[in-house]
């Protein structure tokens, strides 16, 4: 373990805002895939630093990077065998600090991805733990004996089979929530707790602005290791997991989502308030209890300031209903939360092919997605347009995807490498073979083409969230006055004493819609058309419309 490198959590830099996160756009960087600065054919460190002047002409306030943590990638760096030291795969803690200095010279704020809940069974902590029953990290994972011959319990894991596996050496059950190879840790071991959070400053002290937590939900077990029960068929979704896995096929209740997380979190919380201006945000991984459990952990002052549930990444057709239901259930469950809203990460198909979305109606839910209260994510290609790319299964890298072939494909088809020069080898991404293939559809939509053109999908992402840093009331205002029918919804978005009406029509037919109350005037920046009459409103298919309002 390399050595903490101290700064002084009293630096003048806490001048800066402690609520930068609220309202913040934050781009997700996979970085196996963003860009390769060596030319082994995988993105590194040094080619997240080289690209982050195109980050920062996105306007986003922040990045989020995915895993770079030591890991014998079965999990592509969600099975960390290191915690406090990069991959040699992504560089070196040197690349690392070079990327700090270029993000924050930018004025972009990095948060790091951090897994909490497992580790990779190649952790040091593991092997020790496996050794024996008796040994000073005995009780660091989760570990049972067999019952009546079998498995503990009938917990399952998300990547398929039973979340137990059989170890012959101490002659017990391990718990994994995933891979046989990502042992889950034993949260509720007040050392294992105090490990974590010494991870946790490791990084702070590195100069990180915040955390990504991982799983944030799975952090702790039912210490007496009950059953789940079984959730009946119309009550099952493939939110969290594909509709061909029997996870969907519980109700889990023990396994995860348990009470003692809120202490852990609180502690968490504690040692980010030790340092300026940091911020998390929580994966919520839950198909009937994510919008509670978001309201649970950023409830009050002391826990996390925002997470993010599967809502609007799931399957389901994003229809005005839909965005109406999440938006008044986490109006109604979580009043005191701050959410943070993404349509496409690295876990799920990417919302351009989900929802089956054309140029219009991709340019729509992105003004939509922007106009929501809360914060926002967006994934890297997102902003191209990049829908999931094809990935034959001899080049199939996901082990999840192998697993459940071919009714489920896996996570590869959104991980491919970016597109950045149409006309260069690999896009421009590496010279090797990249890890994954890139699609030639992908290539058709590079940077370099689409910096070209003014009404591309990339300036439209670039000119909407100019208009939302232009309009504060869209990034931290609060959301009044919903309004959904059939094919539009619409709602006031209210700031110190400032009030902006919105309207999405989210059909491929012209809307009419009646304002109740008087506007002041249009808001200018964006391209969208519509006509207005007195309070009648008509906009024409994947249309938007906002306005400052007077009640």
Known sequence: MTMIQQIDPHDPVST??????????????????FQDSNGDGIGDLKGITQRLAYVASLGVDAVWISPFFTSPMDDFGYDVSDYCDIDPMFGNLADFDGMMAEAHRLGLKVMIDLVLSHSSDQHEWFEQSRQDKTNDKADWYVWADAKDGDVPNNWLSIFGGSAWQWDETREQYYLHNFL????????????????????????????????????????????????????????RNDTIAPSVNPYNHQDHLYDKNQPENIAFLKRFRAVMEEYPAIAAVGEVGDAQY????????????????????????????????????????????????????????????RHVSRWQLDTDSQKLLNSLLLSLQGSVCIYQGEELGLAEAEIKFEDLQDPYGKEFWPKFKGRDGCRTPMVWVDDEVNAGFSEA?????????????????????????????????????????????SLNNLQVSEHVVSFDRDWQGKRIFCAFNMSDDEQIIAIDGSLLQTLDGLDYQYELSGNQLTLPAWQAFYADRNE
């Open 433 to 477: 073979k990249p890890w994954l293939p890139i699609s030639a559809s992908h290539v058709e939509k590079a940077v370099s083409t689409q910096e070209m053109h003014k009404g591309s999908m990339l300036n439209s992402y670039r000119q909407m969230i100019e208009f939302r840093k232009n309009n504060p009331a869209l990034a931290k205002g």
């Open 290 to 349: 994510g919008m509670k459990i978001m309201s649970d952990y950023t409830a009050g002052d002391d826990l996390m300031q925002m997470c993010y549930s599967f809502d609007f990444l799931s399957g389901e057709n994003l229809q005005a209903a839909r965005v109406g239901d999440v938006l008044q259930q986490f109006s109604t469950m979580s009043s005191d939360s701050w959410s943070c809203w993404a349509f496409s990460n690295h876990d799920v198909e």
């Open 180 to 235: 046989s190879s990502q042992p889950d840790l034993n949260l509720h071991n007040m050392d294992v707790q105090n490990a974590l959070l010494d991870v946790e400053r490791f990084w702070l002290n590195k100069g990180v602005d915040g955390f990504r937590l991982d799983t944030i939900n799975f952090y702790f077990h039912d210490p007496q290791l009950r059953d789940n029960p079984i959730l009946p068929p119309e009550a």
């Open 16 to 33: 800066i805002d402690k609520d930068w996160w609220r309202g913040a756009v934050i781009y997700q960087i996979y970085p196996r895939s």
